[in-house]
């Protein structure tokens, strides 16, 4: 009986392997075209960094020269000022921490959570540099009523740390916290 090798039926014969094809296979899967494109976790240039403070809760606004910050009486019973970054030279991997210190000594009121951002995931890219995507909620846990900081001057102080580096910035303004605008 005679089998026709376009039989669907036909008997498959394996190839032989010459002695070379392992070279050429290692050889292969070890190029990689030409190079690597960077890392986009490491920003081009290894310049120098900065962060601004910002407030809002909508969007992006500077703190005023006066420094007038106001204090949120939020829906599960603390208080809270908003506050807001803009990066720049950082690449959009960083950790986010804030404190309100009194000017006039004494610890610090708030809790300072150091918070995780990442493009799309709490910054936003802006031009070349990115900034807060939402406000960040600086959470005054050391006060129980708006009588312990209304009227008073604080150091609003943030710092920046870039992840997997030792890149860092750190800014402060003095502000004066005013009570919520009732409606």
Excluded: K
Aim: aromatic letters at 8%.
């Amino acid at each position: 009986m005679l089998v026709s090798w376009s039989s669907p039926c036909a008997m498959v014969r394996p190839m032989a392997l010459r002695p070379w094809t392992f070279a050429v296979l290692f050889l292969w899967a070890a190029c990689d075209g030409g190079g690597s494109p960077p890392d986009a976790t490491v920003p081009l240039d290894a310049g120098a960094v900065s962060v601004t403070l910002g407030t809002g809760q909508e969007y992006w606004e500077d703190i005023p020269p006066s420094g007038v910050m106001t204090l949120i009486h939020g829906p599960q019973g603390g208080y809270h000022v908003y506050g807001r970054v803009r990066l720049m030279g950082f690449a959009p991997d960083v950790t986010v921490t804030f404190t309100v210190t009194p000017d006039d000594g004494g610890a610090v009121i708030n809790a300072p959570q150091p918070l995780h951002q990442v493009d799309h995931r709490g910054l936003i890219q802006v031009g070349n540099d990115y900034e807060s995507a939402a406000p960040n909620l600086v959470i005054l846990t050391q006060i129980h009523s708006p009588a312990e900081v209304v009227g008073m001057h604080f150091t609003l102080a943030v710092t920046v740390v870039e992840t997997g580096t030792e890149r860092m910035a750190s800014t402060s303004l003095d502000i004066l916290i005013q009570d919520s605008p009732t409606t």
